[in-house]
């Protein structure tokens, strides 16, 4: 069964450090998505992103997050300059379309800050 | 704007027992609802979707959902817990306007003997 695949599994890296979080969405999906749960917390919706271009973004998507999708089949989040704050999970999202299509979610990338 | 109330963040079932875990929904146009089950360090995992065809939903695992439009609620129930379904449950709702989930707090599930 195809499936949402995210690497790393966990990151760690200092205060002000760039980040990128990987993703590689099923194959023949169209939308993207990114969603961050903090620990103890809910899943909280980030960015979508279809047709190469960001199509929705949420007010925790600031000028420190970016997303791209560099090839066919990866699709990233950057955060350039990370706070303590962003520690998180960070899932990855595809779906076929964007209506009534299930979601599917990758195992998540957990990010600590220090 | 769409949003989705669970109510008790921690659960509590013997095995074999009837679980039900609250979700309601707010939404101005019609919703797609869905439940997703967390388990311990894992990604989320589809249980059942409503998409405005049958209002009772059955997913994986034996759970199912009823779609109550006049109560605005789409409850998870399964009729005999296992050990197997103790993990965290997320209710979830989707407009057609909008493509992002909006996630309710999460239900701990916890099974006991």
């Known amino acids: 069964e195809p499936e949402v695949t995210q690497t790393p599994s966990h990151q760690v890296t200092q205060m002000g450090q760039e980040v990128i979080l990987r993703c590689v969405p099923i194959?023949?999906?169209?939308?993207f998505y990114w969603y961050r749960q903090i620990l103890g917390q809910k899943v909280e919706f980030l960015v979508s992103?279809?047709?190469?271009?960001?199509?929705?973004k949420s007010e925790i998507f600031d000028d420190q997050f970016s997303v791209e999708r560099p090839d066919g089949s990866n699709f990233t989040l950057k955060i350039r300059s990370t706070k303590l704050e962003d520690s998180a999970m960070y899932f990855c999202?595809?779906?076929?379309?964007?209506?009534?299509?299930?979601?599917?979610f990758g195992p998540g990338t957990r990010l600590t800050v220090l | 704007a769409q949003s989705v109330t669970q109510l008790g963040s921690h659960v509590s079932v013997s095995e074999g027992a009837l679980v039900l875990l609250r979700c309601n929904y707010s939404s101005s146009v019609p919703p797609y609802l869905f439940w997703y089950v967390q388990y311990p360090n894992q990604g989320l995992q589809l249980l059942l979707k409503?998409?405005?065809?049958?209002?009772l939903v059955k997913g994986i695992n034996g759970f199912e959902a009823e779609f109550k439009k006049s109560e605005t609620s789409f409850h998870l129930t399964k009729p005999s817990a296992h050990m197997s379904d103790a993990a965290e449950y997320f209710c979830?709702?989707?407009?057609?306007?909008?493509?992002?989930?909006?996630f309710g707090t999460g239900t701990r599930l916890q099974v006991t003997l």
């Open positions: 992103f279809y047709n190469n271009e960001i199509s929705e």
């Open positions: 409503y998409t405005s065809a049958a209002t």
């Open positions: 999202a595809s779906t076929e379309t964007s209506a009534a299509d299930t979601q599917y």
């Open positions: 979830a709702v989707k407009t057609g306007t909008a493509s992002k989930l909006t």
């Open positions: 194959s023949n999906h169209l939308y």
